[in-house]
């Protein structure tokens, strides 16, 4: 609610108006994932609202938005009673200033923001206690795969900044300060988690994008973070289409299972 104020007082006081309600933040995705010998389904859903920019036409421009980001599993094959697990769930606040460099050629910045988030995976076990009773159920799905149920939370001041190179875009995510919440995983304690966990495996994000064919219909994306490569290549069928195939050696969205490495190879669909 207090989010809402916030806006409504930028709208009204501060020269921002509402130029669109519900939009695309991340590119939002489905796919058929492998990973860990098993097959599942994965979608992200990823949006911002409402979207507030500057009244006054100004060079550069900015932005005032909420997101929201969701990423789930799908295990329609391969659990018994085909569980939808949340992996991640995150809400933030962000300030943007948009240069819209649109020439052709060379260098150009497309956009800075700052940005206050929250993020967890939206799972239930909080303590060791709770974790046995996981690792000792008689659902031997449940059982098997108990740290999918670990929960743990953060949240952070962040800055994010995208450019463009001729046809190479960059993209690069800092998160400086970070704050982890009481929920932490079964296995650790705060300290070991601050030093080696999800502060370091989230601590940046680091993705190029080369676009190539004509009218730029196919790309290639590479990732990098603290533990992890991610290798994109997307592509569109009939001109219409937009497929993807991803490749990586590790999933850190998966925030409560960062310790482990865990390759994976995906194939869907990317919606606009």
Known sequence: MKFVFLL??????????QVSFFDRYLPNYFTFAFQQNEL????????RYPRL????????????????????????????SSPVLSRLQNLGLHYRWNFNNKESGGLKLHFFEVSLSHESNGQVVNNI????????????SVATNADDYLSISTSYVGAETAFRYNEISFYLELRPFMFVDE?????TNKDDFV??????????????????????????SFSIYRY???????????GKIPFSLYAGTDNVNEISTYHKIKPY??????LK
Do not use: C, M
Not at 40 to 47: D, Q
């Open 8 to 17: 409504v007082f930028l709208s009204t006081n501060v020269g921002f108006s």
């Open 40 to 47: 599942h389904n994965e979608f992200l859903v990823s949006l």
């Open 53 to 80: 920019t500057e009244v006054k036409t100004k060079r550069p421009e900015r932005e005032i938005f909420g997101t929201y980001t969701g990423l789930y599993d799908f295990f329609v094959f391969t659990r018994p």
């Open 129 to 140: 206690t709770q974790y046995n009773t996981f690792l000792a159920s008689k659902d031997r």
């Open 183 to 187: 929920d932490l995983p079964a296995f």
């Open 195 to 220: 030093k080696g966990g999800i502060w370091s495996a989230r601590f940046f994000r680091f993705t190029t994008n080369i676009a190539y064919g004509i009218s730029h219909k196919k790309s290639f």
């Open 228 to 238: 992890a490569v991610d290798l994109a290549w997307q592509f569109a069928y009939w």
């Open 265 to 270: 190879i995906r194939f869907g669909i990317d």
